[in-house]
């Protein structure tokens, strides 16, 4: 299993630009969620989904689009760029099994650094 | 609202000091806590992570932390700390049904050798 795959790695954009960051996993998990990680701030969650077709703002969404057509991707859009939106973006994929409660293990992406000028 | 706040931001203790970093949380139902770990330059690590059961849970490297309900705690503990130990410590709530965790602000260690 190649586990959570964030691409690109870096990406530079110019205020006003659109892109669109995207993840994937192989392991066939129902949750995926997307995160921002500033100085200070720790990471905060923009978007989750509990499995293909159902998404969900999470704490920071403005500026940001998500969905989930297959249960593999979660792809990240920012339909027009701004200075705010500079930060190193990580998405996770997780999924909940029954052990001494139900627990839910969550697996990390490296991450997208993304600057906005 | 869930909420996770981590009560020191910028901690410097000397090498074999002892640590402990303070996290408290505001989330109803059941909780998976978790202690995430970033060493400089690279990504998030699981140090440990508690569901339920024993509430003193043990991770990697010698770290442990111990859930007390009572006080909605989850607070980090290490005997002796050592320069690797050099990080950004996040504490994080999930709730197991729609797999949302929650971090912390992060507290920032650094040991001096």
């Known amino acids: 299993n190649a586990g959570v795959t964030q691409t690109p790695k870096f990406q530079v954009l110019k205020t006003g630009q659109s892109m669109t960051l995207q993840c994937a996993q192989d392991?066939?998990?129902?949750?995926m969620s997307w995160y921002r990680q500033d100085p200070g701030m720790g990471l905060r969650l923009i978007h989750y989904?509990?499995?293909?077709?159902i998404t969900d703002q999470g704490e920071v969404p403005n500026g940001y689009n998500v969905s989930r057509s297959t249960t593999e991707d979660f792809p990240l859009r920012l339909l027009s760029a701004a200075p705010s939106q500079t930060s190193v973006y990580f998405c996770?994929?997780?999924?909940?099994?029954w052990g001494q409660g139900l627990e839910n293990i969550q697996y990390f992406g490296a991450g997208t650094r993304l600057s906005v000028l | 609202a869930q909420s996770v706040s981590q009560h020191n931001h910028h901690v410097i203790l000397s090498e074999a000091a002892s640590l402990e970093l303070g996290c408290n949380y505001s989330y109803g139902g059941t909780v998976n806590l978790f202690w995430y770990v970033q060493y400089p330059g690279q990504h998030l690590q699981l140090l440990l992570k508690?569901?339920?059961?024993?509430?003193l849970v043990k991770g990697i490297k010698g770290f442990e932390a111990e859930f007390i309900k009572s006080k909605f705690s989850f607070n980090l503990r290490k005997p002796s700390v050592q320069w690797s130990d050099t990080a950004e410590y996040f504490c994080a709530v999930s709730s197991s049904n729609t797999g949302k965790l929650i971090f912390g602000q992060g507290t920032t260690l650094q040991v001096k050798p």
């Open positions: 392991m066939n998990h129902e949750y």
């Open positions: 508690y569901f339920s059961g024993d509430p």
């Open positions: 996770a994929s997780s999924y909940s099994r």
């Open positions: 989904s509990v499995g293909a077709g």
